[in-house]
């Protein structure tokens, strides 16, 4: 692929003669795209198909795949950013460019390590079996001839020669419906999964597929040329590495957040310190939770962990005074004496709000961007990611989370969807069934459950008799800590009425 800063005209031009590139709505990515395209192209067609990819592994999670639910979210997501959505259309020309293009920008950013690897083919798969069971049996024809899986159809004297074996060896087929429905004549190889699961009739080293599992030989076949082109993809980094345009674009992909960045202040001086404790409870996602209640304990937080919680309060409303006070007064009931703290502490502190240094302003940690961080030893963390499955659960029973909900979040976490494991946690301790949202921020989990708690978004379930979505139970959480209070006291509820309710305002 090249890479320029010229305008379309040319392109627009080209673009008749590029048509037969694209016979057919669906591809299997074979072939790389050799022409120019401006870097801000390349950026906004690689963060669209990532926000798309993002999409499909939530509604991957949040419903049962090929449901209408299912189906009309991902339409209406391929719509909105401007993917094919409909094979039959003739005029998406440059949905389908858009869509050849993208796809092997994000192969390249998501080639880079084994994780990334996994989850990229993971939900462009799942992308494909949409696309690929909305085609019409004639454009599914079509597409095998494309893609050179031209399978045999077998004959009608063939079939009705072997209609008892086919009823009795394909699940859920009648005579009749084995007389209704075609059959391909499939090499073994090619239909693995389907034998070990006893869903087809096998004679002479030949499968007899019916047309309605036909996908899985499809995507078998897209898995494995995909999974080998992203093998091929990382071998050839250190050549793309060396581009001083590409490699930072790349990088931002893989571990790139698509949402707002929660860098503009609008809530600053809207919290008080004192608000502080009950918000940990009511209304921190987990990992902020968690460092919380580890400051108030230890005195102290590593630098890691420093960023990721002071960015976060940052983002929630604390001014810099406000921080200043906060980790001044933490700090020097530890080990930390006051005049070291001014010496040392205060000046990150005022670096994070753009004070010192290059006067940066820094943006609060999205999800992404701590799961992909540093083990927590550096302080960083994601209790998803980085805790171990036992001692989450402990976590998690200590706050009170129902046995089945731990068993949903320790099954997100072992599928390694741990944004979705913090989103089930946030409808577990606020009681709702879908809170209706993509959870990607800790900043937009914070936003979200102060929305909800003051009435600004509907809950699916009615509240429980505990109090504000569990906050009884969750309230006897202790605070090793003298001067801390360790009670939800009736000032602090007064308090968060009102910043309940701005938090509803736009």
């Known amino acids: 692929m090249e890479f320029s800063s010229r305008g379309r005209q040319k392109h627009a031009r080209l673009a008749g003669d590029r048509r037969e590139q694209y016979p057919h709505s669906l591809q299997f990515y074979l072939e790389p795209p ?137 699940p859920g087929f009648s005579l009749s419906k ?129 960023m990721q919680y002071g960015l976060f309060l940052k983002g929630i409303g604390l001014t810099l005074e406000q921080a200043l006070e906060f980790w001044k007064k933490e700090f020097i009931r530890g080990k930390v004496d006051a005049d070291k703290f001014d010496k040392g502490y205060a000046y990150s502190i005022r670096h994070n709000y753009g004070k010192e240094g290059k006067r940066t302003d820094y943006t609060p940690y999205s999800c992404m961007k701590i799961i992909m961080s540093n083990p927590p030893s550096q302080g960083t963390y994601c209790p998803f990611r980085h805790s171990d499955p036992e001692l989450l659960k402990q976590k998690l029973q200590s706050y009170k989370i129902s046995p089945s909900g731990i068993t949903q979040v320790l099954e997100l976490v072992k599928g390694m969807h741990y944004q979705l494991a913090c989103q089930k946690y946030f409808e577990l301790t606020h009681d709702v069934d879908d809170i209706g949202f993509s959870l990607n921020h800790p900043n937009q989990y914070f936003t979200e459950s102060q929305k909800l708690l003051s009435g600004g978004r509907e809950p699916k379930k009615e509240f429980n008799n505990s109090g504000n979505f569990q906050q009884k139970n969750n309230s006897q959480e202790s605070i090793n800590s003298s001067s801390t209070p360790t009670s939800l006291n009736a000032k602090a509820d007064t308090e968060l009425e009102g910043l309940e309710a701005y938090f509803t305002e736009d």
């Open 34 to 170: 050799t022409e120019c395209i401006s870097l801000v192209e390349f950026e906004s067609f690689a963060v669209d198909r990532l926000k798309l990819l993002k999409v499909v592994e939530n509604l991957g999670v949040s419903y049962v795949r090929g449901t209408d639910v299912y189906k009309s979210k991902l339409e209406g997501e391929l719509r909105k950013l401007k993917f094919p959505y409909r094979a039959l259309a003739e005029d998406d020309y440059e949905a389908r460019r858009k869509d050849h293009i993208s796809h092997f920008i994000l192969r390249l950013a998501y080639c880079q390590s084994e994780d990334l690897r996994r989850w990229f083919l993971q939900q462009e798969m799942d992308l494909f079996r949409y696309r690929f069971n909305e085609l019409t049996e004639s454009l599914m024809q079509k597409f095998l001839e494309h893609v050179h899986l031209s399978f045999e159809a077998i004959g009608e004297d063939l079939k009705n020669e072997l209609a008892n074996e086919l009823s009795a060896s394909t």
């Open 178 to 306: 084995v007389k209704e429905q075609m059959f391909y004549k499939v090499g073994l190889a090619d239909a693995v999964d389907l034998f070990r699961a006893r869903k087809v009739f096998i004679k002479d080293g030949f499968a007899y597929v019916p047309f309605k599992e036909i996908d899985v030989i499809v995507l078998n076949n897209y898995r494995t040329k995909l999974s080998k082109a992203l093998a091929l993809t990382a071998r050839s980094l250190p050549s793309i590495q060396s581009d001083e345009r590409l490699q930072p674009l790349l990088n931002h992909l893989s571990h790139s957040y698509v949402g707002p960045d929660y860098s503009v202040q609008k809530n600053a001086g809207r919290i008080s310190l004192d608000q502080i404790d009950a918000l940990s409870v009511k209304s921190f996602p987990l990992c902020m939770r968690q460092l919380h209640r580890a400051l108030r304990e230890s005195h102290h937080l590593r630098h890691g962990g420093r």
